[in-house]
């Protein structure tokens, strides 16, 4: 499966943002999808999941109340959409797939070519 992320942009605190994750190759119904983020210097972090389903949610606590990931199977497309930006949430944002969300990035062997967000204060 191919991903494509996209929806990056320079927002002020306090913004939102929605990011989006399209695949191609394989249906995306066939993977659960994570969003990951890496600022600068720093490790590559998880910030949300979702089941292949779509039933199930997982968030980073940083993020928590703030963002939500969700997804349109027949669009083969993810989305995170992001409220109360704050500066520290900038970073290049990855989607990942697998078969089950982890918070474990090196579980992951896909990935889209990351888009950046930058939150200023």
């Known amino acids: 499966v191919q991903l494509q992320a996209s929806g990056g942009g320079l927002v002020q605190a306090g913004g939102s943002l929605r990011l989006s994750c399209a695949a191609s190759?394989?249906?995306?119904?066939?993977?659960?999808i994570s969003w990951f983020r890496q600022a600068p210097g720093k490790e590559r972090t998880f910030v949300a999941g979702i089941s292949r389903s779509g039933i199930r949610t997982y968030y980073a606590d940083s993020v928590k109340g703030r963002f939500t990931i969700s997804r349109d199977n027949a669009k083969d497309t993810v989305y995170l959409q992001m409220n109360s930006l704050k500066p520290e949430d900038t970073a290049v944002y990855y989607c990942?797939?697998?078969?089950?969300?982890?918070?474990?990035?090196?579980?992951?062997?896909?990935w889209g070519q990351g888009t950046l967000v930058t939150v200023s204060s």
């Open positions: 990942a797939a697998r078969l089950a969300v982890d918070s474990d990035s090196r579980k992951y062997v896909y």
């Open positions: 190759g394989r249906t995306v119904s066939n993977y659960a």
